[in-house]
């Protein structure tokens, strides 16, 4: 495993500076490497380049938020597909999160850090919600078979 270039580490910070961000490096950097690291000199040579594309052709913050709004539908919070729906659906997410995210805050008006809190909750609610469905079709499939058997499960 190739470690980052010293070209790759400046075009980070230039980057990073441009945008204003130099002050969430650290939680750009655990992003970037899946929580392995929070500094730029330990990031692999792929890592590195990955966000080095992600920094030059998007913003960080605008993705989490999208993907905390793909959580969210995954979770069952929201739901929906037309224009209205879409309406509807932030501002449901909002008073979610306001009444329940670990940041309390709308999402439109959350900086890089608290982006990072919310969709770490929601993809822990969403495995909770996963852990759950399968928790039941477990429940489902046990009780169908000791009914096929005549056996009592209470």
Do not use: C
Not at 8 to 34: F, M, P, T, Y
Not at 46 to 68: F, G, T, Y
Not at 83 to 111: H, P, Q, Y
Request: charged letters at 25%; zero cysteines.
């Amino acid at each position: 495993m190739k470690t980052i270039t010293k070209p790759q580490i400046a075009k980070i910070h230039v980057l990073l500076n441009n945008k204003g961000w130099l002050d969430q490096k650290k939680e750009i950097i655990l992003d970037a490497s899946d929580g392995r690291t929070a500094s730029s000199k330990e990031l692999t040579i792929e890592e590195a380049r990955h966000l080095i594309i992600m920094l030059a052709e998007h913003d960080p913050a605008e993705r989490l938020k999208s993907l905390v709004f793909s959580l969210a539908y995954q979770a069952g919070i929201i739901y929906g597909s037309s224009a209205d729906d879409k309406k509807i659906n932030a501002a449901k997410l909002n008073l979610f999160i306001m009444e329940r995210g670990a940041v309390k805050k709308e999402l439109n008006k959350m900086n890089y850090t608290d982006l990072v809190k919310v969709h770490r909750q929601f993809e822990a609610i969403v495995r909770s919600t996963q852990k759950s469905k399968n928790n039941k079709e477990a429940n489902n499939v046990v009780a169908n078979l000791l009914n096929e058997l005549s056996i009592n499960s209470g």
